[in-house]
């Protein structure tokens, strides 16, 4: 890959700069929550500064960058397409203004986090001031509101997916914070506060995602011991986790609930009761029915309210429970049902090329600063792969934002690292 540097003087510019650019996405992470309209604001300009700096040195940025944004620009693209196919409804330009545009305009960022990377910087530090926000957040909500879902003022599921996000992506910094005075307790701080507004939340599916992250991650870090070690220390931390969030009268009561809900499909009786399993699971027969009918474009952005509310007329459940969703609750069925088949397989490119360009750098011979940058952006993916079952976290605005900034940090720091010089490979333990 080209690894040459920019123009010397203009990379020094930007060097000064970075801790104003370090500020600028704390800001971003920090508020997505607290100040939404301020945090989209500011990451939309954000976005079109870093245009500039993409357009003028886009000879210089490395290759592989082209497999993180050109799958970006055909996702975006599938559903123009099938906006264009279908005819443009009320909702349709808007949602993709609020929604996809969002992920569109992360390609350029990725061109100023490389150009202004220093490895003797901590590039994630805004990762976890976000932890330690949504954790406060959380323990108002808890401590103080008494409600029983931590949200922060919206959504507790997108609060709590959005602190699985953040502690995932500060679970591969280890290395960087053991390096600063204090390090270790504002990494350890970071992720106990994520953790604390994950669980607070009741976002079951960021509690599953977050069993895969850990297990991943263990693996990762303890690379040194055997097998047997690594899943047993993997297990113990697991068990450790659920125990003591089990104390918490929010975690209970989500958890019983979400046994009652599953046990009727593993045991094989009769679903009667009305939940909010047994509705995704209508939603979902309702999607690949669509789908079905509409298989190459799909029906087109900007009407599944109105594709859900027609269907809820056939459909006695839907009628009564159904009716106000605004989405199908599975993003693989969300994409083929509103862009066909065309959206689905630009989906499909979009998670295996993003996957392909962290994973690779997961080996041995790369620095330990390009390795954990990897182990980050993976554990980001896995995250986005496990809520888009019974979620559309690729649709949802909050969400789109969240992967664009993230993903594109992660990305243009790792190939900043790439270019840096220093040893080929170092190992974890040599902390």
């Known amino acids: 890959m080209n690894t040459s540097l920019p123009q010397s003087e203009l990379r020094a510019r930007l060097l000064s700069i970075e801790p104003f650019l370090n500020a600028i996405s704390v800001f971003i ?192 870090y303890m690379e040194r011991y055997s097998l047997f070690k690594r899943v047993l220390l993997t297990l113990t931390l697991i068990v450790g986790i659920a125990i003591v969030s089990s104390s918490l009268p929010q975690v209970q009561k989500r958890f019983n609930i979400m046994i009652d809900i599953t046990a009727p499909y593993v045991t094989g009786e009769e679903q009667t009761g009305f939940n909010s399993l047994s509705t995704r699971v209508e939603l979902w027969k309702v999607a690949w029915q669509v789908g079905m009918e509409n298989k190459i474009f799909g029906y087109g952005v900007g009407k599944t309210k109105r594709v859900i509310k027609d269907y809820g007329q056939q459909n006695s459940y839907l009628k009564r429970r159904g009716k106000k969703n605004g989405h199908f609750h599975n993003q693989f069925l969300q994409t083929f049902a509103m862009t066909g088949l065309v959206g689905l397989v630009s989906f499909l490119v979009l998670i295996i090329c993003h996957f392909w360009i962290f994973a690779k750098y997961l080996g041995k011979q790369y620095s330990l600063e390009v390795r954990c940058l990897a182990l980050s952006g993976l554990l980001l993916l896995i995250s986005y792969l496990v809520k888009s079952i019974p979620g559309v976290p690729f649709y949802g605005k909050q969400y789109l934002m969240m992967y664009g900034f993230a993903s594109a940090s992660i990305w243009g720091c790792l190939l900043g690292a790439l270019r840096e010089p220093g040893p080929v490979a170092n190992k974890l333990d040599d902390d």
């Open 29 to 220: 992470m920090a508020t997505i929550f607290l100040y939404w309209d301020a945090s989209r604001a500011i990451y939309v300009l954000f976005s079109m500064a870093a245009l500039v700096f993409l357009v003028k040195f886009r000879p210089e940025m490395p290759s592989e960058h082209r497999l993180y944004s050109w799958p970006i620009i055909g996702f975006v693209g599938a559903a123009v397409l099938s906006l264009l196919f279908n005819g443009v409804p009320d909702g349709g330009i808007n949602r993709l203004g609020s929604r996809f545009f969002l992920l569109l305009i992360a390609i350029p960022l990725v061109s100023i986090f490389y150009l202004s990377f220093d490895p003797k910087r901590n590039v994630w530090i805004k990762y976890a001031v976000g932890c330690m926000a949504l954790g406060g957040l959380a323990l108002v909500d808890a401590l103080f509101l008494d409600v029983s879902r931590a949200g922060g003022g919206h959504n507790p599921s997108a609060f709590g997916f959005a602190a699985l996000a953040m502690t995932s992506i500060t679970a591969g910094s280890y290395h960087r914070f053991s390096q600063i005075r204090f390090g270790r307790a504002i990494f350890f701080l970071a992720i106990l506060m994520g953790v604390c507004a994950m669980m607070l939340s009741g976002a079951r599916t960021s509690w599953l995602a977050g069993v895969a992250v850990v297990i991943v991650a263990m693996f990762f």
